[in-house]
């Protein structure tokens, strides 16, 4: 099993930064990416920004050049620096790490919600 703890998420003037942080542990050689999602209430959800085993990151079009994901390794965490953060930002931030022990599975964190005033 693949546990996720999450951190990071707040409130924040637009134009500010927030970085998110996800904590893997348990069978974590088994990972083979990581990133976030988010919903804000009435809409769909959105991937916001994804890493894999190889580096290889994934952005939402209305992220991109604001955000960055990136990985330590030695700490079994993905972090989500946001930067220039904008009103419609505002939603709930959900953490996932795709695995697989005989099958492809996913584990989730509890959500961390980001909220930028105007």
């Known amino acids: 099993q693949v546990q996720l703890v999450e951190s990071g998420g707040g409130l924040v003037q637009a134009g500010g930064s927030l970085r998110l942080s996800c904590a893997a542990s348990?069978?974590?050689?088994?990972?083979?990416?990581m990133g976030w999602y988010r919903q804000a209430p009435g809409k769909q959800r959105e991937l916001v920004a994804s890493?894999?085993?190889?580096?290889?990151?994934n952005y939402a079009d209305s992220v991109k050049g604001r955000f960055t994901i990136s990985r330590d390794n030695a700490k079994n965490t993905v972090y989500l620096q946001m930067n220039s953060l904008k009103p419609e930002d505002t939603a709930v931030y959900s953490c996932?790490?795709?695995?697989?022990?005989?099958?492809?599975?996913?584990?989730w964190g509890q959500g961390t919600q980001v909220t930028v005033s105007s």
């Open positions: 348990g069978s974590i050689s088994w990972i083979n990416d």
């Open positions: 996932y790490a795709h695995w697989k022990l005989f099958r492809d599975r996913e584990s």
């Open positions: 890493i894999n085993n190889g580096g290889m990151t």
